[in-house]
Every structure is written in structure tokens, then in C-alpha cells.
Nanobody, 123 residues
Framework: QVQLVESGGGVVHAGGSLTLSCVVSGETRYIMGWFRQAPGKDREFVSGISRIGGTRVYADSVKGRFTISRDFPANLVRLRMDSLKPEDTAVYYC??????????????????WGQGTQVTVSS
């Protein structure tokens, strides 16, 4: 039984930083992804990490600013967000899937989802 719980969202001024955490229970060695969804927008791929953490993938919009990592002993997947911009404002979700594949960018490819955490970047 896989459960994901996000935390770490909040309000920050443009240029600031936040670190999101996703606590994973059940099978922890799944492909992991971070997605975000702003009002009126589709879910957008942000970042993903492979089963053992060797491959990390980022959307062009966040590359160089966000860093994904996983801590297996703590059953955590983190997303460090630096140099935040107002357009980063969204609900951020972590997701997992047990496919034998590399990092997947499509939301429909992920079976397990957290409930999301709100990130608001003010200008």
C-alpha cells in the first residue's frame, strides 16, 4: 500500500526558496515525480527521479533553479526550489509509479499521488 504526503509549501517572495518534502510509505523504490497545477491550468511536470536516484530530470522552466533528491533511509523525496518566481505559484504534488522505466513526464503515467501542498510566490 503506497501513500504519499507532501509538506513544505508556503508563501515566499520572488527570489526566495522553499523545500518541499514527500513522505513515502509502502514501496519506496518507485519512480518519483513532482508535478504542479495552477488555477485553470493542466498538471505540469516539474521534476522526476529514477528508482535508485541515479537519473534526475527537470522541466525546462525550472532547470537550474530546482533540485530533486531522495533519501531512502528517511523515505523522503525532496524538491528544493530556489530563485522562485511568481509563475511558480501552484499546488505541488508528488507522485510515484512502479513501472520498469526511466523518469516519466506524463501525469497519466503515475498511479500514486499525494494531496498536494500550496506554493505561493509573491512579487
Amino acid at each position: 500500500q503506497v501513500q504519499l504526503v507532501e509538506s513544505g509549501g508556503g508563501v515566499v517572495h520572488a527570489g526566495g526558496s522553499l523545500t518541499l518534502s514527500c513522505v513515502v510509505s509502502g514501496e519506496t523504490r518507485y519512480i518519483m515525480g513532482w508535478f504542479r497545477q495552477a488555477p485553470g491550468k493542466d498538471r505540469e511536470f516539474v521534476s522526476g527521479i529514477s528508482r535508485i536516484g541515479g537519473t534526475r530530470v527537470y522541466a525546462d522552466s525550472v532547470k537550474g533553479r530546482f533540485t530533486i533528491s531522495r533519501d531512502f533511509p528517511a523515505n523522503l523525496v525532496r524538491l528544493r526550489m530556489d530563485s522562485l518566481k511568481p509563475e511558480d505559484t501552484a499546488v505541488y504534488y508528488c507522485a510515484s509509479d512502479d513501472q520498469n522505466a526511466g523518469v516519466m513526464r506524463s501525469a497519466s503515467s503515475y498511479e500514486n499521488w499525494g494531496q498536494g501542498t500550496q506554493v505561493t510566490v509573491s512579487s
